[in-house]
């Protein structure tokens, strides 16, 4: 099932919007942006910036949400197509089960300087907080993000197209 290959830039094929948010909704001072641009030929969102864990922040991130809601009973996991700076990033998924903000379950992995396919199977992702359930198999995700964070580095990937697989 394809989430976004950005046939309609910046909504999902659900309708949903993608959002750009920082580490400064908590006291953070990462900044960067968010845009549509064409990478090698592709319509790609690009995410550039500066992550700093200064003053307990340390994150970027595209995140949409998911109406409906996806059940991961139905997939093996997430792929992403993705173009980076051959930096560590990450997929964070929220569910019902995560209702606070420094909730999610988390995929990580390197985006190379060429387009690639990741795939992040559901059994892979890790819980971030300690009252969450091990694992996120047999829930529904409410949201999806691309993550830039937790570490002090300068952000540039772009994603070309999202889904499950």
């Given at each position: 099932?394809?989430?976004?290959?950005?046939?309609?830039?910046?909504?999902?094929?659900?309708?949903?919007?993608?959002?750009?948010?920082?580490?400064q909704?908590?006291?953070?001072?990462?900044t960067?942006?968010f845009?549509?641009?064409?990478?090698?030929?592709?319509?790609?969102?690009?995410?550039?910036?500066?992550?700093?864990?200064?003053?307990?922040?340390?994150?970027?991130?595209?995140?949409?949400?998911?109406?409906?809601?996806?059940?991961?009973?139905?997939?093996?996991?997430?792929?992403?197509?993705?173009?980076?700076?051959?930096?560590?990033?990450?997929?964070?998924?929220?569910?019902?089960?995560?209702?606070?903000?420094w909730?999610?379950?988390?995929?990580?992995?390197?985006?190379?300087?060429?387009?690639?396919?990741?795939?992040?199977?559901?059994?892979?992702?890790?819980?971030?907080?300690?009252?969450?359930?091990?694992?996120?198999?047999?829930?529904?995700?409410?949201?999806?993000?691309?993550?830039?964070?937790f570490?002090?580095?300068?952000?540039?990937?772009?994603?070309?197209?999202?889904g499950?697989?």
């Amino acid at each position: 099932m394809i989430l976004d290959e950005l046939k309609n830039p910046k909504l999902t094929n659900q309708k949903q919007p993608w959002n750009f948010i920082t580490d400064q909704v908590m006291g953070g001072i990462s900044t960067g942006q968010f845009k549509v641009e064409n990478i090698e030929n592709r319509i790609c969102y690009r995410m550039t910036g500066n992550v700093s864990t200064k003053n307990n922040g340390g994150f970027i991130q595209i995140r949409t949400i998911l109406n409906p809601t996806i059940n991961t009973l139905n997939f093996e996991g997430i792929y992403v197509k993705v173009f980076g700076n051959k930096n560590n990033y990450k997929l964070h998924l929220r569910t019902s089960l995560t209702i606070a903000p420094w909730q999610y379950y988390s995929y990580s992995f390197n985006s190379p300087n060429s387009w690639t396919i990741i795939k992040a199977p559901f059994i892979m992702f890790e819980k971030s907080n300690f009252y969450q359930p091990k694992k996120i198999v047999g829930q529904k995700i409410k949201s999806i993000g691309l993550v830039a964070g937790f570490q002090n580095y300068e952000s540039d990937i772009c994603l070309s197209e999202i889904g499950f697989y």
